[in-house]
């Protein structure tokens, strides 16, 4: 049996369940520049059609922060860009566009048309890029015979794109984006699917992520360690846990270990 040892704490699992963004692939080189994209579209759609701007901070109110020369920087880890789905963010998008003249049909449309623009984009540069100490962590599951899974709040297309980019699709036994359950995160839905198609019981498995939503679906879905990945400032602090069993800053800081029995 795996032994996994998280911040001083130990769990005898039987199979891991990751999170993507922000837990295996930088968040702010992937989303922050899809998001940036996205945006500017729909801007310019609407000065297009001669209307006004938003009227609210629409990066605040998703989640997203810039720095002074207007690139996305960072992101609130409880916000709609971090735990939200695709179709959330649209549909935020699509009602500051009606508030600013639209009609809810036509918001609808160019908020679609911008995610194109805004897919496009990522797909020509493949901005994707691993973590601090995925790979060690993911060769340290594959010598212990660890069966592994993703469950991301992105579609299931897209989230194998993105780890295939990065050439570590093939790791993972199972991959289950938001698209294959009625309810996503913080729900337990994924968590269970991933644990039915890895052939987990009794919940022994660990579900490693960024977000408060990862930490409620490892809770609900019964699971034995629910490990958030924090901003080292956050770690002194136990009410930034999110409800986690455990908290490191990154996949460096967790090790497995084999025990013969499970006593």
Sequence with gaps: MAVLHAAGASYRIDGILFDKDGTLLDFIYTWGNWSEHLLARFSASLLERKLPPF??????L???????????????????????????????????????????????????????????????T?????LPGVLDFLEDCRQAGIPLAVVTA????????????LGIQERF??????????RGKPYPDMALLACERLGLRGGRFAVIGDTKGDMRM?????????????????????SNLNGADAAVATLHELHITKEDSPT
Excluded: C
């Excluded at 009227?55 to 605040?60: E, H, N, P, S």
């Excluded at 020369?69 to 179709?87: K, S």
């Design 55 to 60: 009227r609210v901070d629409l990066d605040a």
């Design 62 to 124: 998703w989640g997203a922060f810039r720095s002074g020369d207007g690139v996305v920087v960072d992101y609130d880890r409880n916000g709609p860009l971090a735990m939200g789905t695709v179709d959330e963010m649209l549909a935020i998008l699509a009602w500051h566009g009606y508030r600013s003249g639209l009609s809810w049909a036509e918001a609808k449309t160019l908020a679609a048309e911008a995610k194109l623009k805004a897919d496009e984009q990522l797909e020509a």
């Design 126 to 130: 493949r901005a994707a890029r691993l």
């Design 154 to 165: 992105d579609e299931t297309e897209a989230a194998v794109k993105h780890l295939t980019w």
């Design 173 to 182: 036994d199972a991959i289950v984006g938001t698209d294959q359950v009625e």
């Design 218 to 238: 490892a809770k609900e879905a019964g699971a034995a360690a629910a490990i958030l990945i924090a901003e080292p400032s956050a770690l002194d602090d136990s």
